[in-house]
């Protein structure tokens, strides 16, 4: 099982605080930097979109937040070829790696990790790492457009 996020993935967020993409950015979630991370603005939900440049088979989400400032309640939506699967997890208020398992049926092209509440009164959200797990897939991805 592989970090299916790589050079190749497009990462979008929905917000950085106070736009200073340089300290707070997507680029921060996936950069292996425990020192570094994305930080939101304030004001709920909070998004993270991620296009995979090929099918992915992802069964597992790690996130690793600062504790004050974690999603409460996260929805994981995977898409491809018009289908979407949708989950929930429930994080802990704690900034140690936690990991969740995913149970998707079909190969997906495109995540979005929403969180409609954050512990911090604002809905900030500050996270350190962020990796989605798995296998890449070996069909034709032609299938899921």
């Known amino acids: 099982m592989t970090n299916l996020i790589d050079k190749d993935t497009n990462v ?21 930097r425990p020192d570094t991370c994305w930080n939101s603005d304030q004001g709920t939900p909070q998004w993270i979109c991620l296009d995979f440049s090929a099918p992915v088979e992802p069964s597992e989400i790690h996130l690793q937040f600062q504790g004050g400032f974690a999603g409460k309640e996260v929805r994981v939506e995977a898409a491809s070829s018009g289908a979407t699967a949708c989950c929930r997890i429930f994080p802990e208020d704690s900034n140690t790696l936690q990991k969740f398992s995913l149970e998707l049926d079909t190969p997906v092209q ?28 070996n069909c034709d991805s032609n299938l899921l457009d």
């Not at 954050?118 to 989605?132: K, N, P």
């Open 12 to 32: 979008r967020v929905s917000s950085v605080l106070s736009r200073d993409v340089s300290n707070f950015g997507k680029n921060h979630l996936t950069d292996g």
């Open 110 to 137: 495109r995540m979005r990790i929403v969180f409609c509440s954050s512990t911090d009164t604002f809905g900030r959200i500050v996270l350190y790492h962020l990796a989605v797990c798995g296998e890449k897939c």
